[in-house]
């Protein structure tokens, strides 16, 4: 039954970030290409900016808290200390990996301030930036021996 | 050794000092007021052309200090180099005192001149406190602060002030330029010459120091790029620039991911917990000596030495503590324990003479069932001594020649002399033996050969023992034959030293000497063993006298992993009588029909006696531990002499034929891995 109750968590940690993930690789490769090249000046900016509000309000408001709670439960479960964080192997791909994550939501949040702001540069930089980092994030889950 | 040490402490003065030190030196002279932006004070072209000799000649005086082993000698030179230093400084000084340094390049030059200066500081103290050999050893450490602190920060100003002339395009794009190089330079500099000492801590403040350390270096590489990309008019895509700094955030993660990892199996998955245990190092010994943890475990060990002298921890995972003093004490990161390891001092001869430890993992007895890895058990020593051990047999070839010019020791057991004080030196040595066919192997010894010489007296007679240590461990040694305090006399002698033990033989029998130093496993079982005979007052003359001293063969480098585990086990390689496998098979112990031939026989172990019988014949006396068990013209006979570790006795028997008898330890599987020869009877 416990067992059970674990494979749900890790299921829903597991399904969140593909979620995500998946959102912005399809936002990047699949919305945007064809927002740029079907939709006129005005309407693709209040497209684009609509797209990128929801995003990030159900990055902010789901997926982030379910992020967060379900990691630091499947953390605890597997017996993850604090001062196992500083040891090689294990803990240290755990950091690594929250290191990264956080590094990825510094990059979306600086997307989010630099299109507020009218840089557009540095908002697609940052909007890559956070994609690819994601990605890496998800590679850093895969050593994870025991997610 | 210490040669190279210090040869490589000149080597890094002449380096840092020289080569790295002396050419900022003399940039600055006309670097710095280019920097501040005003001419060079008078009076530098003469200060300019003299200093040269004053550091050079202070430079080679210390470096050639430290290479003959001259403390005071290299002292004096970097004395000498830190005047030359300081002469360096008064013009840079009155320069910086007629126009006020200002903006980033001036302030990291000006800190990397402080960080020269704490580094010469430093250094004297290293030179005048420690001895040549050791000097690099104790600065070690201490490189990375000066290479970051003052090799980095000179060339980080150099460069923002260069990148600013090589880029030039008007006095408006110097102005961007400039502003862009700067941009957070006096958080960037106080952030960095904060954190480079405390990058010294151990543990996870000092990675964040280094972390500090390095995104201040990468944010002036990052505004220097950009400056450059701007000046050469280079437009990246927001695509390809997203990319390549995710790319590099998920680079640097993986790195720091896998940091330390290496060389560890994935067997097992690590649990994620985490274990510390306190360790002692004591006077030859490690506490606790086991340490159990679960497989997958991360484990952490509290180091500290307790004792009197210096002494480390190594695990046979790689991973270390430095050589501690004593009461000095160190934090051993060992990762994640999946399989069980060995952890001894590697100070030399503290392994042997007993400083280890075990790291085990609670799988130790699982057994096969729990085991995917298709081991038949789970213990890696057990699984690693099981190829080891198909290598060992195929060494061990017992039917093979013994090498040619092999001599057998002469199992001929002399009379006692006939004196009734035994004055007898034993040399310690490490040395080499044939210890089976074709086989040779280092061993420990007394007197160069396994066993040790065989010692014979009569009753009262007394023994002085000079045992000296020519070895490089420690060794000892303990005659059961004499009745004494061990304080003294058994005490482990460092190399070079001598003791003596003085003993009065009371008691008849066919004793063992052994060397008893920690552990004693090892020291028997590579060699260090002997006997000492004290005829029965009413021994009965004989036609030929023989003794047998029977031992272990483990193979393999003495102390090393495979042989000690093969030792707790007690899983020999071989058995051998007088210090070589099958040895007698090859170099037979004469005999003639009619003739009564006493053996003495005496067992050393360490972990098992002996059964011996001789094929075709039998005893019709039999003496064991002190005692006839049988004597000539009663009604039996024995078959075979039983004998405990470290028990002695002797049988005799009288051939009937002509023809070769073997001699066996009749446990056979002692037998057939070493444990036989043959008595060669000829007709009288």
């Given at each position: 039954m416990e067992d059970a109750l674990w494979a749900g968590v890790r299921f829903v940690h597991v399904v969140s970030a593909m979620v995500w993930v998946g959102g912005q690789l399809t936002v990047s490769l699949v919305v945007l290409p064809l927002a740029r090249r079907i939709l006129d000046g005005e309407r693709r900016s209040t497209v684009l900016t609509a797209i990128g509000r929801r995003f990030g309000r159900l990055t902010g408001a789901v997926f982030l808290p379910v992020q967060l709670g379900t990691g630091i439960a499947l953390a605890w479960s597997v017996g993850v200390t604090w001062a196992s964080l500083?040891?090689?192997g294990h803990g240290r791909v755990l950091v690594a990996k929250l290191l990264l994550f956080c590094g990825v939501m510094a990059a979306a949040s600086l997307h989010g301030a630099a299109n507020a702001r009218g840089r557009a540069r540095l908002a697609r930089t940052m909007a890559v930036t956070s994609l690819v980092a994601s990605v890496g994030v998800v590679l850093l889950a895969t050593l994870l021996p025991r997610i | 050794m210490e040669a190279q040490q210090r040869l490589i402490a000149a080597h890094v003065h002449l380096n840092l000092l020289g080569w790295v030190g002396l050419s900022v030196l003399g940039t600055l002279f006309t670097l710095w007021p280019t920097i501040l932006r005003t001419r060079i004070v008078d009076g530098t072209a003469t200060l300019a052309r003299r200093c040269p000799s004053l550091l050079l000649t202070g430079l080679v005086v210390a470096a050639a200090g430290l290479s003959f082993d001259a403390r005071w000698v290299a002292l004096a030179g970097l004395m000498l180099y830190s005047a030359g230093v300081l002469v360096v400084l008064v013009p840079l000084v009155r320069t910086a005192l007629r126009e006020r340094p200002a903006g980033a390049a001036a302030w990291s030059v000006a800190a990397s001149l402080v960080w020269l200066l704490a580094a010469l500081v430093v250094d004297i103290l290293a030179v005048a406190g420690n001895a040549p050999h050791e000097v690099f050893a104790a600065l070690q450490p201490l490189i990375p602060l000066f290479l970051v602190g003052f090799v980095g920060q000179v060339l980080l100003g150099s460069l923002t002030y260069l990148l600013l002339v090589v880029l030039g395009g008007g006095p408006k794009a110097v102005r961007a330029n400039g502003a862009l190089l700067e941009r957070g330079w006096r958080a960037r500099l106080v952030c960095l010459n904060l954190a480079l000492p405390l990058?010294?801590?151990?543990g996870a403040p000092g990675a964040v120091a280094w972390a500090v350390v390095l995104i201040c270096a990468l944010v002036f590489v990052a505004l220097a790029m950009t400056a450059v990309a701007r000046a050469r008019e280079v437009t990246v895509s927001p695509a390809v620039l997203g990319t390549g700094v995710g790319a590099v955030l998920t680079v640097l993660a993986l790195v720091f991911a896998l940091?330390?990892?290496?060389?560890?199996?994935?067997g097992v998955g690590p649990t994620g917990q985490l274990r510390t245990v306190e360790v002692a190092l004591g006077d030859m010994v490690i506490e606790p000596a086991t340490v159990t943890v679960d497989p997958g475990d991360a484990l952490v060990l509290q180091v500290r030495?307790?004792?009197?002298q210096p002494h480390d921890l190594r695990m046979d995972n790689g991973a270390r503590t430095p050589v501690?003093?004593?009461?000095e004490s160190a934090t051993l990161e060992?990762?994640?324990?999946?399989d069980s390891l060995e952890g001894w001092?590697?100070?030399?001869g503290h392994r042997a003479a007993g400083m280890t430890m075990t790291v085990l993992t609670?799988?130790?007895?699982?057994?096969?069932?729990?085991?995917?890895?298709?081991?038949?058990?789970?213990h890696p020593s057990a699984s690693a001594g099981h190829t080891e051990s198909t290598e060992a047999w195929e060494a061990l070839d017992l039917s093979g020649e013994m090498s040619r010019g092999w001599e057998p020791l002469d199992p001929v057991l002399p009379p006692?002399?006939?004196?009734?004080e035994h004055e007898v030196q034993i040399r310690v040595s490490e040395s080499e033996q044939e210890?089976?066919?074709?086989l040779r192997q280092p061993v420990w010894t007394f007197g160069g050969t396994v066993p040790g010489p065989i010692l014979r007296g009569g009753l009262g007679d007394v023994f002085t023992i000079t045992l000296v240590n020519d070895g490089t461990m420690g060794h000892s040694i303990d005659f059961h034959a004499g009745a004494l305090?061990?304080?003294?006399?058994m005490r482990t002698i460092a190399p070079g030293e001598e003791l003596t033990y003085r003993f009065t033989a009371r008691k008849a029998g066919a004793w063992l000497y052994h060397c008893s130093t920690k552990p004693m496993t090892h020291h028997l079982a590579n060699g260090m063993y002997g006997a000492v005979i004290i005829d029965p007052p009413d021994l009965a003359e004989v036609d030929r006298e023989y003794v047998l001293v029977q031992g272990e063969l483990y193979l393999g480098e003495p102390g090393g992993a495979e042989q000690s585990a093969r030792i707790r086990d007690g899983r020999p390689h071989g058995w051998m009588f007088n210090?070589?496998?099958?040895g007698y098979e090859h170099a037979p112990l004469p005999a003639k029909v009619g003739e009564r031939v006493r053996v003495w026989v005496v067992t050393a172990g360490p972990t098992s006696g002996t059964s011996f019988h001789v094929v075709g014949t039998f005893f019709d006396t039999v003496y064991k531990e002190g005692a006839y068990l049988l004597r000539p013209g009663e009604d039996g006979g024995a078959q075979a002499l039983d004998l405990g570790v470290a028990q002695g006795g002797f049988v005799e028997t009288v051939f009937p034929q002509a023809g070769h008898y073997p001699f066996v330890d009749h446990d056979l599987r002692r037998a057939e891995a070493g444990a036989h020869g043959h008595f060669a009877v000829g007709e009288d």
């Open positions: 500083a040891v090689p | 990058t010294m801590l151990p940091s330390g990892t290496a060389g560890q199996a994935s030495n307790e004792d009197a501690l003093g004593p009461g060992v990762g994640v324990v999946e001092c590697s100070v030399m609670t799988d130790f007895d699982a057994g096969a069932p729990t085991d995917q890895r298709g081991h038949s058990g789970s006692a002399p006939d004196v009734e210890v089976a066919p074709g305090a061990p304080d003294e006399p210090g070589t496998a099958a």
